[in-house]
């Protein structure tokens, strides 16, 4: 069975400040993991995916993301926040047979000016 | 880019009535999903459909779901007689392999009165 656990419901920030999106999984394969985004009234965006390649994921807007097995963390992060990453954070795993993802309960990202 | 583009938005229905929500997936793509998001609560998979069958189920898709491809490129999922409890926003996703990313649409609002 796969879950995952989304540290922290609501993050607020600063605009400039670091952005840190806790995720731990709990998988007994190795996972594909991922990372999501949520604007308001929209459909879920991918930011990034986990696929036993790089450690270190690269996504889109400047995030990133480390796979650290040893910790089961994947934790999303940006050096600098800016105003239009408010959005809501969805962390996910996926067997690597199986394309169903399993959701964490999301963190929304505030970014405060 | 191809989108995958769902309609309506947003659908108000009596408790007890039938609804079908729609889904236009993205034109080359094999893998076809149901997701539901409860106000406030985390993601959740209902279903997964390829080679025009289920695939995968959750414990959410009872009966009074279904899901069907009756062409080319839509994919519906009925709620045969919807509970308030149906109440979420759904989400259709696609993806053209079986290690591809999921795209997912901006949902369908069902608000069950």
């Known amino acids: 069975a796969q879950s995952v656990t989304q540290l922290g419901s609501h993050v607020s920030v600063s605009e400039g400040a670091l952005v840190l999106l806790r995720c731990n999984y709990s998988?007994?394969?190795?996972?594909?993991l991922f990372w999501y985004v949520q604007y308001p009234n929209q459909g879920l965006q991918l930011l990034l995916k986990y696929t036993s390649a790089a450690t270190l994921v690269k996504g889109i807007n400047g995030f990133e993301a480390e796979f650290k097995k040893s910790e089961t963390s994947f934790h999303l992060t940006k050096p600098s926040a800016h105003m239009s990453d408010a959005a809501e954070y969805f962390c996910a795993v996926s067997d690597r047979s199986q394309g169903n993802l399993i959701f964490g309960k999301g963190t929304k990202l505030s970014v405060k000016p | 880019e191809p989108e995958v583009t769902q309609t309506p938005s947003h659908q108000v229905t009596q408790m007890g009535q039938e609804v079908i929500l729609r889904c236009v997936p993205i034109s080359n793509h094999l893998y076809f999903y149901w997701y539901r998001q409860i106000l406030g609560q985390k993601v959740e998979f209902l279903v997964s459909f390829y080679n025009n069958e289920i695939s995968e189920k959750s414990e959410i898709f009872d009966d009074q779901f279904s899901v069907e491809r009756p062409d080319g490129s839509n994919f519906t999922l009925k709620i045969r007689s919807t509970k308030l409890e149906d109440s979420a926003m759904y989400f259709c996703?696609?993806?053209?392999?079986?290690?591809?990313?999921?795209?997912f649409g901006n949902g369908t609002r069902l608000t069950v009165t």
């Open positions: 996703a696609s993806k053209a392999g079986e290690n591809s990313p999921l795209h």
């Open positions: 998988s007994s394969v190795p996972p594909y």
